[in-house]
């Protein structure tokens, strides 16, 4: 049982370049969400997915785009990078929305 | 808008003492969920405790417990007999819905 799993670990992006983060949950969760953490602003929500084949916008959703594949994963696309998307993404899910959150590990990206 | 306010950036405690978190929320919402997550250096965030705001006793997990005023919006963290693996970054976070909104974290140091 690996909870929640985010790929890459780790990515070093130039301006203008496009990527996708890849987020998976093996605990049959309904809700999954993206965040951005940037130092001293805490944890902002970026896109959630309250149920298989749904998805809405956060706090912070410009310059993303979502898919929720399945049940299982949540993938967040940067179409074309910019130094301000520079930050630690983390991928969360949730059995039920408010409920308890889980986390992945986290991806730390870095746009030049 | 919803916010959570964490009023102290950092905070120091004697090993085997005891240390309280402060968290403060605006709301709006009569029915809602409030947490405790702990993030130490490895960067993975850990749920330490959760409210259940139509709950008038407040939650208590271990040597962490928390003191929930409603009609105060007030959320505070008590650590009891602190321990060196207590060190990390703490953040409130409260959820009225489908939404997740966390503070800015608390970074609590643990003296030997």
């Known amino acids: 049982n690996a909870g929640v799993t985010q790929t890459p670990k780790f990515q070093v992006l130039k301006t203008g370049q496009s990527m996708t983060l890849q987020c998976a949950q093996d605990?049959?969760?309904?809700?999954m969400y993206w965040y951005r953490q940037d130092p001293g602003m805490g944890l902002r929500l970026i896109y959630y997915?309250?149920?298989?084949?749904?998805?809405d916008k956060g706090e912070v959703p410009n310059g993303y785009n979502v898919s929720r594949l399945n049940k299982r994963e949540f993938s967040l696309r940067l179409e074309s990078a910019a130094p301000s998307q520079t930050s630690v993404y983390f991928c969360?899910?949730?059995?039920?929305?408010?409920?308890?959150?889980?986390f992945g590990p986290g991806t730390r990206l870095l746009v030049l | 808008a919803q916010t959570v306010t964490q009023s102290q950036p950092e905070m120091s405690v004697q090993e085997a003492e005891t240390v309280t978190l402060s968290c403060t929320y605006d709301?709006?919402?009569?029915?809602?969920?409030l947490f405790w997550y702990k993030q130490p250096p490895s960067r993975q965030m850990i749920l330490v405790i959760r409210?259940?705001?139509?709950?008038?006793q407040n939650a208590t997990e271990n040597r962490f417990s928390v003191n929930f005023q409603k009609a105060a919006k007030s959320f505070s963290l008590k650590i009891s007999d602190s321990q060196l693996g207590d060190a990390a970054m703490y953040f409130c976070?409260?959820?009225?819905?489908?939404?997740?909104?966390f503070g800015t974290g608390t970074s609590l140091t643990v003296i030997p």
């Open positions: 409210q259940e705001a139509y709950k008038q």
């Open positions: 997915s309250a149920s298989e084949g749904t998805t």
């Open positions: 969360a899910s949730s059995l039920l929305r408010r409920e308890t959150q889980y």
């Open positions: 709301t709006s919402e009569s029915d809602y969920y």
């Open positions: 605990m049959n969760h309904n809700s």
């Open positions: 976070a409260y959820s009225p819905g489908n939404q997740f909104y």
